[in-house]
């Protein structure tokens, strides 16, 4: 079965905390949990020339604060792709490529490999000063290469993904989830392969609890070799990372966190209501829309006084968090709206509204563990 429909068919029998097995009851955050706690400076507003510094061994890598994540280029089990869409795609990659956000973040599953073929075609002739790529060592053990040849199948899927964009190396690459046969001792070794053979500056994690984050951290450090990210999922509807301390451990580690789902799969846009649902394979954060009225009011009562878009406000409550926000664009109308995240941000008064009407979501032992 091709990887696009392997990750939707494992999406919804459970690996999301709110599909298969697991009910999709809501659960706020406990009242008295300080949500400013874990939040930047007040007095600093990242904006478009903003960067953090993901550590690498050898080279560090400079990157923006937002980044567009690719899962939909290419990929029709979850997110109905047409080819007919990759003129809009081009003109979104066109407009944010210019505002300097060039950081896309894509996975070898997304689309079966096709996600990394349209990145190809978009970055060609660009400078590479101009854009990072990261993208995911597809874990899932339904390949020989993962079975048989577990500390080499990072590398080997590496070289594949580099092939199908068309480079040489790529600025980060991540374990895209927990669930890999190989230990950690032996997922350590093949990124360590992956780095010192120059295909990737840095590497990460994605959907790693605490615990192993830190245990793989531990084992890329024998290799000289820093933890630079651990990406999952967080928004206004699922503060897990936070309430759990995993924010917490990345800070005091120099993890960059990442949040993917950052809009709950447009959940958070605007676009969808009690009348409108998302489709049924959006599948994080899939808490039926009228459950989710409270939340959205006061998202949009804060978008309409501040005169931004309601994604833009959902974005900037991330990175009020010291979180980098990965967001979906397909089109111009999207890049724009999600740009306007940056140079502003919430007030502390701001953030406790949303606090008050947000989500704590649950984990899942097979995926979600971050």
């Not at 089109?331 to 008064?349: F, H």
Request: aromatic content about 8%; charged content about 25%; hydrophobic content about 35%.
């Amino acid at each position: 079965m091709p990887e696009q429909h392997v990750l939707q068919a494992a999406l919804s029998s459970g690996l999301s905390a709110t599909e298969g097995i697991h009910n999709k009851k809501t659960n706020g955050v406990d009242p008295s949990f300080d949500g400013l706690a874990i939040a930047i400076p007040q007095d600093f507003v990242p904006n478009a020339s903003s960067r953090v510094i993901f550590k690498g061994k050898h080279s560090n890598v400079e990157m923006p604060y937002l980044s567009w994540g690719a899962w939909s280029w290419g990929d029709k089990a979850t997110w109905h792709w047409s080819p007919e869409e990759l003129p809009a795609l081009k003109e979104a990659w066109k407009m944010v490529v210019e505002a300097g956000q060039g950081w896309i973040d894509t996975a070898q599953a997304y689309g079966s490999g096709e996600s990394e073929r349209i990145i190809g075609d978009l970055i060609k002739g660009l400078p590479r000063n101009s854009y990072q790529i990261q993208t995911k060592w597809y874990v899932v053990p339904d390949n020989a290469t993962n079975l048989f040849s577990p500390s080499k199948a990072p590398a080997k899927m590496l070289r594949e993904s580099l092939d199908r964009m068309g480079i040489d190396q790529i600025d980060s690459y991540l374990v895209h989830g927990p669930i890999h046969v190989s230990s950690i001792k032996q997922v350590a070794k093949g990124l360590a392969e992956c780095v010192e053979s120059g295909m990737t500056k840095t590497v990460g994690v994605a959907n790693y609890s605490e615990e192993d984050m830190i245990h793989m951290a531990d084992e890329l450090s024998k290799y000289g070799i820093p933890l630079a990210t651990n990406q999952c999922e967080f928004s206004i509807l699922r503060r897990l990372p936070e309430t759990s301390d995993l924010l917490r451990a990345c800070r005091e580690r120099g993890i960059h966190f990442q949040s993917y789902s950052s809009l709950a799969q447009g959940r958070l846009s605007g676009k969808y209501d009690a009348e409108n649902e998302p489709p049924k394979s959006y599948r994080f954060s899939s808490y039926p829309m009228k459950d989710l009225e409270p939340t959205l009011a006061v998202l949009k009562s804060i978008a309409a006084r501040r005169e931004k878009p309601v994604s833009a406000v959902a974005l900037n409550y991330n990175i009020c968090k010291g979180i980098l926000p990965v967001v979906g664009i397909r089109k111009s109308k999207q890049a724009k709206d999600n740009l306007a995240a940056l140079g502003w941000r919430l007030t502390n008064d701001e953030i406790k509204e949303l606090d008050g009407v947000s989500l704590e979501g649950k984990a899942t032992k097979l995926w979600q563990q971050g």
